[in-house]
């Protein structure tokens, strides 16, 4: 029976939110254009993810037993045995996170401040275009995490027929040893910080200028992207640049037209001028 409570709630919400957060960051920088009105959308995601990060890694210290970095299982050599024992059949249990989904957990928290520190960057303007590399390259690399995290999942549900997914929204699992059970959920708290997180994702909106794309976050405003008056100036110099390129074209026909008409009247004049 799964009755053991090893998952508080705090841990759970952040689960889901940084799931759901991702998906819409990676969505909307995937397939909406950065000139698009709700492309600061993907902005605002990335900053709530790095917030959440930040109260996670609070969390992983003061929290509950198996929400704590020390209730990782972290040491390689669990990893590689945990890996075997997936082809072998060997249904060792893990109180908390397995090695595999500690490593993904670490990995995908680390990654996503890496994203916020380069997607920071880039609304900076420094080095642009090789941050913005290191950006998109992070991002796909957050996807594979993903994706190798969900597979894990899915093996070892079927492999060992313990459904580990259920237990991040109920927070219990079955057969645990009595001294690995944490004895609340902590639902307070878990409250607290979905209070915490929609004030932040309020405050972002609430201080969001849509016409200048900036949003005032702790006093500093930053540039979630191109205002519309740039992006109407930017437009304007496109339009002249490709203006003038079709002028020049034009001319290079018309100065070609003039050097053929030249060279024909030459050739002509040659022959007038033999046939004498």
Request: aromatic share 8%; proline share 2%; net charge positive.
């Given at each position: 029976?799964?009755?053991?409570?090893?998952?508080?709630?705090p841990?759970?919400?952040?689960?889901?939110?940084?799931?759901?957060l991702?998906?819409?960051?990676f969505?909307i920088?995937?397939?909406?254009?950065?000139e698009?009105?709700?492309?600061?959308?993907?902005?605002?995601a990335?900053?709530?993810?790095a917030?959440?990060?930040?109260?996670r890694?609070?969390?992983?210290?003061i929290?509950?037993?198996?929400?704590?970095?020390?209730?990782?299982?972290?040491?390689?050599?669990d990893?590689?045995?945990?890996?075997?024992?997936?082809?072998?059949?060997?249904?060792?249990?893990?109180a908390?996170?397995?090695?595999?989904?500690?490593?993904?957990?670490?990995?995908?928290?680390?990654?996503?401040?890496a994203l916020?520190?380069t997607?920071?960057?880039m609304v900076?303007?420094?080095?642009?275009?090789i941050?913005?590399?290191?950006?998109e390259?992070?991002?796909n690399?957050f996807?594979?995490?993903?994706?190798?995290?969900?597979?894990?999942?899915?093996?070892?549900?079927?492999r060992h027929?313990d459904?580990?997914a259920?237990s991040?929204v109920?927070?219990?699992?079955?057969?645990?040893?009595?001294n690995?059970?944490?004895?609340?959920?902590?639902k307070w708290?878990?409250i607290?910080?979905?209070?915490?997180?929609?004030?932040?994702?309020g405050?972002l909106?609430?201080?969001y200028?849509?016409p200048?794309?900036?949003?005032n976050?702790f006093g500093?405003?930053?540039?979630?992207?191109?205002?519309?008056?740039?992006?109407?100036?930017?437009?304007?110099?496109?339009?002249?640049k490709k203006?003038?390129k079709?002028?020049?074209?034009?001319?290079?026909e018309?100065d070609?037209?003039?050097t053929?008409?030249?060279?024909?009247?030459d050739?002509?004049?040659?022959?007038?001028?033999g046939?004498?």
């Open positions: 029976m799964r009755t053991n409570l090893v998952y508080d709630l841990t759970r919400i952040f689960h889901w939110l940084f799931a759901i991702f998906i819409v960051a969505g920088g995937t397939y909406v254009s950065d698009s009105a709700s492309f600061p959308l993907h902005m605002l990335g900053a709530t993810m917030f959440l990060v930040l109260v890694i609070v969390w992983g210290f929290g509950t037993q198996h929400a704590r970095f020390s209730g990782f299982a972290l040491n390689p050599l990893l590689i045995s945990y890996l075997k024992g997936i082809l072998t059949g060997d249904k060792k249990r893990w908390g996170h397995n090695p595999a989904s500690s490593w993904a957990a670490l990995i995908m928290m680390i990654i996503a401040l916020a520190s997607g920071i960057l900076t303007g420094y080095k642009k275009h941050v913005k590399e290191i950006h390259l992070l991002a690399g996807l594979i995490v993903v994706i190798m995290h969900i597979a894990g999942v899915i093996l070892h549900s079927v027929r459904n580990i259920l991040m109920d927070g219990n699992k079955a057969d645990i040893a009595e690995e059970i944490i004895p609340d959920s902590k708290l878990g607290m910080l979905l209070v915490m997180v929609f004030a932040f994702i405050n909106f609430g201080n200028n849509s200048t794309r900036t949003v976050i500093k405003y930053v540039r979630l992207g191109e205002s519309e008056e740039h992006q109407k100036v930017r437009k304007e110099r496109k339009h002249q203006l003038e079709a002028l020049a074209d034009k001319q290079i018309i070609g037209a003039i053929a008409i030249d060279n024909s009247g050739s002509g004049a040659s022959g007038a001028s046939s004498h």
